[in-house]
């Protein structure tokens, strides 16, 4: 499978814009990059997911670079409320089972400073 | 509505006890799964099940663990004859479904087990 690499901790300003990288350097063409993320004692929650092009939704931007070996999600105006683990996942749908369950990896500590 | 439900939040128990963890899935989701947590780690996947289909076990650490789930509704985790290695946070997620598809996962707040 095809694995991702993502900066143990970042630091942000509150108001701030954050880019969170993401290298994934063996993506394979029909690899899908979802990003979720866990706030302190809950559960991941969804944030955004793509596959060539750039995506925005309410919560963040996915800029996905032309090549694919690497991502970056984008939250516009960092808030207190944004301190997270974050997970660059790829799922890869072709597979009968593995692409169905999400292969979570370390992820980026995000620290928010008010 | 109601997102996905986990009891107990909490459960302590000692080497050697058996327990069960429930979890009740968003109404209407085919797909579950069981993640396990260690503390300051990232989740590993334990079983996942979608519909009818056979469950996939593959992620399930040694034959002490066993889930069921019964149609599309509540599943329960079992851990036999508990050991030390066992204390983390199990993670509950459904998704309407996953075969071949984004659908995004929704995760309860987790068990935390702790085995004394």
């Known amino acids: 499978d095809a694995k991702t690499t993502q900066p143990n901790s970042m630091e942000s300003n509150e108001e701030e814009p954050v880019h969170l990288p993401c290298n994934h350097s063996?993506?394979?063409?029909?690899?899908?990059i979802h990003w979720y993320r866990q706030l302190p004692s809950q559960g991941p929650e969804y944030v955004i997911h793509g596959l060539t092009s750039n995506v925005n939704n309410r919560m963040a931007s996915l800029a996905i670079a032309e090549d694919r070996k690497s991502s970056t999600l984008i939250l516009h105006r960092a808030t207190l409320r944004d301190a997270a683990v974050y997970y660059c996942?790829?799922?890869?749908?072709?597979?009968?089972?593995?692409?169905?369950?999400?292969?979570f990896g370390e992820g980026t500590q995000l620290t928010v400073n008010p | 509505g109601a997102g996905v439900s986990q009891s107990p939040s909490n459960k302590v128990t000692e080497k050697g006890k058996d327990v069960e963890l429930r979890c009740d899935p968003i109404s209407g989701h085919t797909a579950l799964y069981w993640y396990r947590q260690r503390l300051g780690q990232g989740l590993e996947f334990l079983i996942y099940f979608q519909g009818n289909s056979a469950p996939d076990k593959s992620g399930l650490p040694s034959d002490r663990f066993s889930a069921e789930r019964t149609g599309e509704s509540v599943s329960t985790l079992t851990i036999q004859r508990t050991q030390q290695e066992d204390s983390a946070v199990y993670l509950c997620?459904?998704?309407?479904?996953?075969?071949?598809?984004?659908?995004?996962?929704?995760f309860g707040s987790g068990t935390q087990l702790s085995v004394l």
């Open positions: 063996t993506i394979s063409g029909t690899d899908y």
């Open positions: 996942i790829l799922r890869d749908l072709r597979r009968e089972t593995s692409g169905s369950r999400l292969t």
């Open positions: 997620a459904s998704s309407k479904r996953t075969h071949r598809t984004n659908e995004k996962l929704f």
